[in-house]
């Protein structure tokens, strides 16, 4: 299967603690996003890179959020003291941005972290 | 802010088509209608997107008012597994973020 993946794809800890997300995106896409989602809710916007920059980051991402995508490949997704209201899915999306390329962000199954 | 209004959800007939209105008042010149949707317990899958004209493809097709003020997501032939949550939205970047609100459940009835 050449699709997104993620890994964990789920996660329970307790309050306080830090977690690590991580997130293969489709080989040779460029672009690279990730969405966390609560109960009922769309998904909301968080971060994306183009290769190993991050171009831009929602005020949804507070200082205990961090993401990275070194080397351009693979990117993770680290929060810090985790707090119960981080609980939510977080998606991860990739694209090709070429000229002439696909409009399409292809999303992962998602992380689904809980905390306690 | 919502860049567009969806129903909060609608039932369709197996083998019967689904019409799924989006309203988007204030889109800009410039500015693209995607729809994805999300089945339950996975990512959002993109449908079909367009920017003035009507558009179909394998999946759905796209009908665009002439003022452009509003949209409908026509599935030709609902099956049980379109039964999802459809998203309507409006972005001006192809490859930047996406914006979505809360969607239109569908729930396609044997």
């Known amino acids: 299967d050449t699709g997104v993946s993620q890994n964990p794809r789920h996660k329970i800890t307790k309050r306080g603690q830090n977690v690590t997300f991580r997130c293969d995106p489709i080989?040779?896409?460029?672009?690279l996003y990730w969405y966390r989602q609560t109960l009922g809710q769309g998904p909301e916007f968080l971060t994306y890179?183009?290769?190993?920059?991050?171009?831009?980051k929602s005020r949804l991402l507070s200082d205990r959020f961090s993401a990275e995508r070194p080397k351009g490949s693979f990117s993770t997704l680290e929060i810090q003291r985790t707090e119960q209201g981080d609980s939510a899915m977080y998606l991860c999306?990739?694209?090709?941005?070429?000229?002439?390329?696909?409009?399409?962000?292809?999303f992962g199954p998602g992380t689904r972290l809980t905390v306690l | 802010d919502a860049k567009t209004t969806q129903p909060p959800s609608m039932d369709c007939a197996e083998g019967r088509a689904a019409n799924l209105p989006c309203n988007h008042s204030?889109?800009?010149?410039?500015?693209?209608v995607y729809w994805y949707r999300q089945i339950h317990s996975q990512g959002p899958q993109y449908i079909i997107h367009?920017?003035?004209n009507n558009e179909t493809n394998e999946m759905a097709s796209l009908i665009i008012t002439e003022d452009r003020k509003s949209s409908t997501l026509i599935l030709p032939h609902a099956t049980l597994r379109d039964t999802a949550v459809y998203y309507c939205?409006?972005?001006?970047?192809?490859?930047?973020?996406?914006?979505f609100g809360a969607g239109t459940q569908v729930v396609v009835t044997p």
């Open positions: 890179f183009q290769n190993e920059a991050q171009l831009e």
């Open positions: 204030t889109i800009s010149g410039n500015e693209y």
């Open positions: 367009g920017l003035k």
């Open positions: 999306a990739s694209s090709l941005a070429l000229g002439g390329g696909s409009h399409e962000q292809f």
């Open positions: 080989s040779e896409h460029n672009r």
């Open positions: 939205i409006v972005r001006v970047d192809s490859w930047g973020k996406l914006q």
